[in-house]
């Protein structure tokens, strides 16, 4: 079994940064990509952003210049670098991770951007 933890999720004002991160634990073999996804009120979840074991990276065209996804192999973590916040970004945050088993999902993290 995998657990994700995610943390860093917070009330901030527009234009305000935020660090996102997400730390796999359990049955880890080998994480094929990392991802944040996030999901408001009423609304789909949608992807934010994902990252490739090899590092490459893919973005929503919402958040492109804005956030940037890494990950620290070594740690099992996936951060997600939030800068400029708008109030559209108010969402919870969920991490997720591929491994050869299929998908796990962390429980997700609040992130409100209001003035």
């Known amino acids: 079994q995998v657990q994700l933890v995610e943390s860093g999720g917070a009330l901030v004002q527009p234009g305000g940064s935020l660090r996102l991160s997400c730390a796999a634990s359990?049955?880890?073999?080998?994480?094929?990509?990392m991802g944040w996804y996030r999901q408001a009120p009423g609304k789909q979840r949608d992807l934010v952003a994902t990252i490739t074991a090899a590092g490459t990276t893919n973005y929503a065209d919402s958040v492109t210049g804005r956030f940037t996804i890494s990950r620290d192999n070594a740690k099992n973590t996936v951060y997600l670098q939030m800068n400029n916040l708008r109030p559209e970004d108010t969402s919870v945050y969920y991490c997720a991770i591929d491994q050869y088993g299929g998908r796990t999902w962390g429980r997700g993290t609040q992130v409100t951007v209001s003035s």
């Open positions: 359990g049955r880890i073999f080998r994480i094929n990509d």
